[in-house]
Structures are given as C-alpha cells and as structure tokens.
DNA sequence: CCTGTATATACCTTGACGCGTATATGCTCT
DNA sequence: AGAGCATATACGCGTCAAGGTATATACAGG
C-alpha cells in the first residue's frame, strides 16, 4: 500500500474520509453512519492512519479520529497540471456554445440554467 | 474496474497521463518515453480509454491518444472540500512561521522563497 | 471483580489486477 | 502480394488487498 493513490481508491475509505471533513468522529460512529461492521472500519482507519491521512485521540473507550491534510494536498499536487488543461477545455466548450447562440439565437434560454 | 480513483491508482497510468498533458503521442512515443512494453501500455491505455480518460485518433498506422477533461474534474470535485479544510491548516502554519520570525528576525531571509 | 462496551487484531478465503509471452489485426510501401 | 512496422488482444500466473468471522485488549461502572 504504497502511495496515497491506492489508499483513496477504495470507496468505503474515502467516505470515511468525507465524515471527517465535517468534524472528528470515533469509530462507532463511523460504524453507523456507512453501516459498516466495525472491524471493516477499523482496518480502513488504520490503512488511513498508516498513510498519514488521519490521527486519533484517545477519549476513555474511544478513539476520536480527525483529518490530516498532508496526503490529500499530495493528490491535489498531482492534479495541479491537468488544471489549465481543463480549464483550456471549459473555454473551449464555452467559445462553442456562445457560437451556437448566435447561430441558433432561439435556443438562448436553455442555456445558462 | 468502477471509479475514477481505482483508475489513477496505477502508477503507470499516472504516468501516462502525465505525459499526455504535454501533447498528444502515440502508444510507441509513450512506450519509449516510459520504457514500458507494449502490451502493458496498450491494455493501459484501453483501461483510460473506457474510463474516458483519453481518447484516441488514427493516423495511418498509429493512434493518438490524448486527453479527456471529465473524469479528473471528477477527482478534483471529489477533493474540493478538502481544500477548504487544509487550507485553514496552511493558514495555521503561516501564522506560527510568522511568529516564529518575529522571535528570530535574523532568518527572515530564508522564508518566502 | 465482573459485566458490558469500544476498538483492535488474527486468520482465512476469494476475487481482481497487473505482468509477461505469444499471437492477432491492420496499415504502408515496394 | 508480401514484408515490416504499429497496435491490440488472449491466456496463464502470481500477488495482494478486502471482507467475514472470531478473538483479543482495554476501559468504565456497579
């Protein structure tokens, strides 16, 4: 389980990793909220904090895991050239459409919903 | 072989589109550029084709792979909460460096680069 | 202390993916 | 038409990761 990629592959870990965006969470809660049973949690919680995308605090019996932001800023990081290119792309789309407007002024109303 | 992110989670095919962020280049360029075999580099280009990642044109008996925009904006949607989330961390760690600063004028010169 | 709760770990099985090798398809040029 | 190049596909194999079930660890409260 090398890179940050393969950890964010798997669907169940990255919801779990939307719940923590919203405010720290123990297991059980975790557990509920996706209705995962609660090894399946724990194992994915401990890939995630293997890899440095999240942290645990110890409260009595639970544990309170909260977000780590290095791993994901690294596949923002990989993301970051492909940017300008569909940003290029969404221009071009536009410059389209807009000479569709004129050549169809009547269909001006679907767009720009 | 569902989702976007099982798709970039093969270091290969990171690599692949990286290239082709470039320019577009033919399944021989993007094999000698990446000093990979054929094979592996055909079946992972179908994979990024049918995931709508690139696309391909035919020019005599080469293929042109290049870029799709969608299923990485998909990534990038994916990841778009998270930004504000570590962006309040960056803000947390500028804040500390300045302080920092303050305390040690002499290293100003080392900061900003 | 003992019971219940919360979380972690161990073991096993299964399925999927990537690779290598071999072969097929298709185009070009002479 | 035939040779050579460029790309795609088929098949068998090894590996690895995810899930399920069972069990271990640890803390809390009566």
Known sequence: MESVFEIIAEPNRRAILSLLVLSQ?????IERQLRLPQ??????LRVL???GF??????????????KPE????????????R???????????????RMDQSTPTKKKTRRR
């Open 25 to 29: 969470q123990s297991v059980g809660e």
């Open 49 to 51: 904090r293997e890899a």
């Open 54 to 67: 999240v942290e645990s605090t110890v409260d009595a019996q639970r544990r309170l895991y909260r977000l």
């Open 39 to 44: 090894p399946t949690v724990s194992k994915h």
């Open 71 to 82: 791993p994901l800023r690294e596949v923002a990081a990989w993301l970051a050239p492909f």
């Open 84 to 98: 300008r290119f569909w940003s290029a792309h969404v221009d071009a789309l536009e410059r389209h459409l807009d």
